[in-house]
């Protein structure tokens, strides 16, 4: 599954980008996010609520950050196991500035086997994409809350 994208967010990339990176705002910002516990630095114990369809598990996984680069980009890859599946995948994350906020660029693809992927790739897709809908809309907000503070 290949996921690629942009999403625009009102605030300086400094700020967008300290958020992408609490565990605390990003718990709130992933959907179906239960956990998420810092292990060190750039990594991430997590307990995700997820599936397509009738397919429903919570995944125990793991996320890693690398090649950061403060306030504009870094890599992210990402396991998690369930009873229902197995996912693994990475992810770029590059930040521009615009005239009135940031632009989020996101290039990733992640394999998954199981259950759920049983479900076809049409479906996979299409959550994958609606999940990160909700994860900007959801990242917007902090963002505008942070600024308002």
């Known amino acids: 599954m290949k996921l690629v994208g942009t ?3 009102v ?3 400094e700020t967008v980008f300290d958020q992408l990176l609490d565990p605390e705002i990003l718990a709130r910002c992933i959907p ?14 997590t307990q995700v609520r997820a599936g397509v ?9 793991e996320v890693a950050l690398s090649d950061i680069v403060e306030g504009e980009s870094y890599r992210m890859s990402v396991k998690g196991k369930s009873t229902v599946g197995y996912v693994e995948g990475g992810a770029a994350i590059r ?3 615009t005239g009135e906020g940031t632009r989020v660029h996101y290039d ?18 299409a959550a994958a994409k609606t999940v990160a809908r909700q ?4 990242l917007a907000r902090e963002v505008s809350e942070h600024q308002a503070r």
Do not use: H, N
């Open 7 to 9: 999403d625009d967010v």
């Open 11 to 13: 605030g300086p990339p």
């Open 32 to 45: 179906g996010c239960q956990s998420m516990t810092a292990t060190g630095p750039g990594t991430y114990q």
């Open 53 to 61: 369809g009738p397919i429903k598990g919570s995944f125990a996984g």
């Open 95 to 97: 930040l521009e500035s």
């Open 108 to 125: 990733g693809d992640a394999k998954i086997s199981g259950k759920i992927a049983a479900i076809g790739s049409r479906l996979i897709d």
């Open 135 to 138: 994860f900007f809309s959801a």
